[in-house]
């Protein structure tokens, strides 16, 4: 990590592209933190101590000891995480209102659109059980669909939001998983320029390399990482 500064934040996470956003923000940022590993595939994220962090039983989370007023804050989310890191540090995410608008609009696109619609896409292309050809259309073809309005938006702005910012940080760890997605990078030329250029960011290698050898830890097809994984249901 390069130096940085301030008391260290608690950073909850595992090497996936969620886990990245804010690893690459801290880093981007020059903020201390602390990688508080949370082991998905082992059951981690159901540990009360850290549910009492992130409800929604998912990674990343923070906790920022001098937050709002000088009090500890929990943020959980990734893109709330985004945004408040942004505000604390005035970095890449802009208080003019017409250029923050452009960085929401984008920010949101992914956490709502780009991230959810891939992960499935990497679900039923990789990780479920029985290969489903519906499902493995439906999100593939997705997939394709948002690469090519990235393709366009980018065909006119060097990053989504104009500048670099936060919603480049959030979608980056998605789009270097094209293969994974059943895409073909060469189809959207922008989108290539952009993922190079941003890879390239030496705080974006530094946060994506964060315990980046736990990304192999768990076998994605042991029954029981599967079952945590993807059976869960609600806890009472």
């Known amino acids: 990590m390069a130096e940085a500064k301030g008391p260290a934040i608690d950073l909850y996470y ?16 020059g903020l201390a933190y602390a990688v508080h590993p949370v082991n998905i595939g082992k059951g981690e994220q159901f540990r009360p101590d850290f549910l009492k962090i992130s ?23 990734s893109g709330a995480i985004l945004q408040y890191l942004g505000r604390k540090t005035g970095k890449f995410y802009p208080s003019d209102e017409r ?5 929401e609009e984008w920010l949101f696109w992914q956490t709502g659109g780009f991230g959810p619609m891939l992960g499935q896409a990497h679900h039923f292309r990789i990780y479920a059980k029985e ?16 690469y090519g309005v990235m393709n366009a938006r980018l065909a006119g702005s060097e990053y989504l939001a104009g500048e670099y910012s936060i919603a480049d940080i959030a979608t980056v760890g998605w789009a270097k ?35 980046a050898q736990d990304r192999r830890t768990n076998d994605i097809h042991d029954p029981a990482v599967h079952a945590v994984l993807f059976g869960q249901r609600a806890r009472r």
């Open 99 to 103: 250029a923050r608008v452009a960085v």
């Open 131 to 146: 290969r489903i050809a519906y499902a493995v259309d439906r999100y593939t073809n997705e997939a394709n669909r948002l």
């Open 14 to 29: 595992w090497p996936t592209p969620n886990g990245w956003k804010v690893s690459i923000m801290l880093e981007e940022c």
């Open 55 to 77: 409800p929604n039983n998912r990674i990343p989370a923070i906790v920022d000891p001098d937050g709002p007023g000088g009090k500890p804050i929990s943020v959980f989310e």
């Open 177 to 211: 998983l094209w293969e994974r997605q059943g895409q073909n990078i060469e189809e959207f030329p922008h989108v290539k320029r952009w993922l190079e250029a941003v890879l390239a960011r030496p705080a974006v290698e530094r946060g994506i390399a964060v315990n």
